[in-house]
């Protein structure tokens, strides 16, 4: 036999407390019962959120993927809590993946049968509302942060072989080591000049001042290529920060505007009901 939501764990859960018995009668009829084993992936990533989950015991852990391809998780959840809001509010996709981390039961509320709950209770307090606007900032702010992926690796990938290269010898000349090795080797060379009989330059150095020439433009031209290169670097990291903060913030308003304009039929409609 289907089992319904618990009524105790329904006043472990902070915006359910303020519902009347009725409501909350009425709210367990709605939901279904699930077990899943461990490891389990109950929400996919990217996937159509149609239902929310109350989680009765055990635990699950909410991750995704920046565009690295690593995985970065969120927190881990336990009994009287709940995933999934997000997406059921919406009607949109899931912004994480959930995985049961061990056994986990919870009980699922789809979205068809949160708006029957609205529709047959109108008066239901806005304090549910409320709480969910919250998560909604919550869970808008995780997207925020994993959607900023990790920028240097994408910039990584973004070089050729040549501007990797042209980087990796910039580093070398700026390094104590090279330094030192440039004022040995005028040292060497200025000494054995000094004590061969037959020099191998000139009492000038012109040899050496040539030498010296060469290297200084060919510094230059790699300073200023690395330049170039780390203008461009500049410019994929700031564009891409702003496309992820603009395209975070539309999402959190939008769900923040369904949120505002449920609590205001809400409001109507009960004001609606108080008129003579």
Not at 112 to 136: C, G, T, W, Y
Not at 150 to 179: H, N, P, Y
Not at 252 to 274: F, H, N, P
């Amino acid at each position: 036999m289907p089992r319904s939501l618990d009524m105790v764990l329904l006043e472990k859960m902070p915006f359910l407390r303020s519902l009347s018995e009725t409501q909350r009668t009425a709210l367990t009829d709605l939901t279904t019962y699930s077990t899943f084993p461990e490891n389990h992936l109950i929400c996919r990533e990217g996937t159509i959120g149609e239902a929310m989950y109350f989680i009765e015991s055990g635990e699950v852990l909410s991750y995704t993927h920046d565009a690295g391809g690593a995985r970065k998780e969120f927190r881990a959840l336990g009994p009287g809590e709940f995933f999934g809001e997000v997406a059921l509010l919406s009607g949109g996709t899931r912004s994480s993946n959930v995985v049961a981390i061990r056994e986990v039961s919870v009980y699922a509320l789809h979205h068809e049968n949160l708006n029957a709950f609205l529709q047959v209770h109108p008066d239901i307090p806005l304090s549910m509302l409320k709480e969910m606007a919250e998560r909604l900032q919550t869970s808008g702010q995780m997207l925020r942060d994993t959607r900023t992926p990790r920028i240097a690796e994408e910039i990584a990938l973004d070089r050729t072989g040549a501007e990797k290269r042209v980087q990796t010898a910039v580093q070398r000349i700026g390094g104590l080591s090279f330094l030192f090795f440039n004022l040995t080797a005028c040292g060497v060379w200025m000494g054995a000049n000094r004590l061969l009989a037959r020099p191998l330059d000139s009492r000038e150095f012109g040899f050496l001042a040539l030498f010296l020439g060469v290297e200084g433009f060919v510094m230059t031209v790699l300073v200023l290529a690395k330049q170039n290169r780390d203008e461009k670097d500049s410019d994929i990291r700031t564009n891409r920060i702003l496309t992820n903060t603009y395209t975070t913030d539309q999402q959190i308003q939008q769900l923040s505007e369904k949120v505002e304009a449920l609590s205001q039929e809400l409001r109507e409609e009960r004001q609606a009901g108080s008129r003579p």
